[in-house]
């Protein structure tokens, strides 16, 4: 299975970001979750400074193996002030 593939085997990650993702340095799901959503988000950001708050609970959603838009509440106001903190 090549690298897209692999990340897109993760609930909310397309090949966009698949492909994001592996320019980043992180290629596989184990990365993702190793390295955690804020992580793999500030490093997005670095490349990519149009990321944004859904990214992010893309990531979240992901590592967690979740719809984005279903996070709990608590998680989405912790990702929003890190995002906050980032800007």
């Known amino acids: 299975m090549n690298r897209v593939a692999e990340l897109t085997s993760l609930r909310n990650i ?15 799901p184990e990365k993702l979750r190793e ?3 804020k992580q793999a988000f500030f490093q997005l950001k670095t490349l990519y400074p ?16 979740l719809e984005y838009n279903c996070l709990p509440e608590e998680t ?4 929003k002030a890190f995002r906050d903190f980032l800007n």
């Open 76 to 79: 989405k106001r912790d990702l």
């Open 50 to 65: 149009n990321v944004c708050l859904v990214h992010l609970h893309v990531l979240e959603g992901a590592i967690s193996d």
């Open 35 to 37: 390295a955690g959503s």
């Open 14 to 28: 397309g090949k966009e970001m698949s492909r994001k993702l592996i320019s980043v340095g992180i290629d596989s």
